[in-house]
């Protein structure tokens, strides 16, 4: 059976690991192939350590019992790089949504993004926002989601030139 929970500091190294290996499966000929080699685990943990502890409330988990964390999402306020250049004024982000795709299509996406979306309602955050390669398939998840396509963007990263969408969810 599969829970979701807030994250906790001992979480890091579970939520490192279904980081690196969802990263290689969702972005292999997205992101070079050097770039994804070279995600390293124990370089996550540390970043994921320092980044629960202040913020485990705003990271979700999905624990399955026997085989533990198999998927996580983070989100908050929106960081203002990623504010879209019409500056619509949104005011949440959606930071991370990331599943081991044993996992997919058994409803654990939508339930851990209606638990992001619903943290940053809870704090007024109601003009929410994500950033996605448009060349991942995911994106048509996000519009099964209610969201919209709301700006475009040509970003610089890993030596690539990435296309991507924002999608949004406003109050109706
Ligand atoms: C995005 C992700 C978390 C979705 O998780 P999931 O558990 O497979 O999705 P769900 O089973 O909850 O799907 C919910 C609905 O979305 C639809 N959906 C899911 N993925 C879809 C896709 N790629 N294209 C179209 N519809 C999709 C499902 O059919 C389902 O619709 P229904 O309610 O009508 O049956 C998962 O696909 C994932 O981890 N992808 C790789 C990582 C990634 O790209 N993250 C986003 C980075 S921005």
Not at 146 to 151: E, R, T
């Amino acid at each position: 059976m599969v829970t979701l929970r807030a994250a906790r500091q001992s979480d890091a190294p579970a939520i490192a690991r279904v980081h690196v290996e969802s990263w290689r499966t969702t972005y292999a000929g997205m992101l070079p192939d050097s770039y994804l080699l070279s995600l390293d685990v124990d370089q996550r943990t540390v970043f994921w350590a320092r980044l629960l502890k202040p913020r485990g409330d705003s990271v979700v988990v999905a624990e399955d019992e026997k085989a533990g964390v198999i998927g996580f999402g983070s989100c908050g306020p929106i960081r203002p790089e990623e504010q879209p250049q019409s500056g619509d004024g949104w005011l949440g982000e959606i930071y991370t949504l990331y599943l081991l795709s044993d996992w997919h299509g058994q409803g654990l996406g939508r339930s851990m993004l209606d638990w992001l979306l619903q943290r940053l309602r809870a704090r007024g955050l109601d003009r929410i926002l994500l950033w996605v390669v448009e060349a991942n398939p995911t994106r048509f998840f996000y519009e099964a989601m209610g969201a919209k396509v709301i700006a475009r963007r040509r970003e610089p990263f890993a030596g690539v030139l990435l296309d991507e969408l924002a999608y949004g969810w406003s109050p109706s």
